[in-house]
């Protein structure tokens, strides 16, 4: 019996051009400092992620977008901005280097609860963890030095950008394709907020 296919996928807001080019600047910045074990995200896939599903079987998919359009359909396009920088878990063991937004998040988090609580309807299991969005820049692996890590957290903490308006009217469902030397990231579907 062959085995089904999957797709890792996740449910996100797409990004602007101006958004990425902010990325790549900041990208610049940590990538010289040449530290081994700390990746930047590629700016074609910085995204805001809602809802990572993980690998589905790709006969998921339709029900996947129906519960999308769903979510989407109560939710009227709003506005969002770059906001602070931060890392996870903490500056002393930093894992994940991200950037925050801010704007309307009444409208984001009512958004992400509208596509939690469609895709849990189908058997996916909600986020224990409440909603922080942010924006995933790099992260920095286990074998790098306290030092080091120190010199990636205060580049990421220090960099100046500039806030382009990010106009959310669409949210997208993102297949993943893990390589090497990182994730590719390519949209599937999108539907449009309010019903668009």
Known sequence: MASEEKVRVFVAVELPD??????????????ALGVRGART???????LTLKFLGDVSVERVPEIRDAMDFASDEVAPFDLSLGDAGVFPNPR???????????DLDSLGR???????SLAELGFRPERRGFNPHITAGRVRDRVSNADRRRVTETLLSHEYAR?????ESISLIRSTLHPDGAMYEPIYGVGLGGD
């Open 18 to 31: 101006t958004v990425k080019a902010e990325f790549a600047g900041l990208a610049v910045a940590i990538d």
């Open 164 to 168: 382009p308006p990010i106009r959310v």
């Open 93 to 103: 063991a930093t894992r994940v280097l991200w950037v925050g937004v801010e704007g």
């Open 41 to 47: 995200v590629r700016p074609e896939g910085i995204h």
């Open 111 to 117: 958004l992400q609860q509208r596509v939690e609580e």
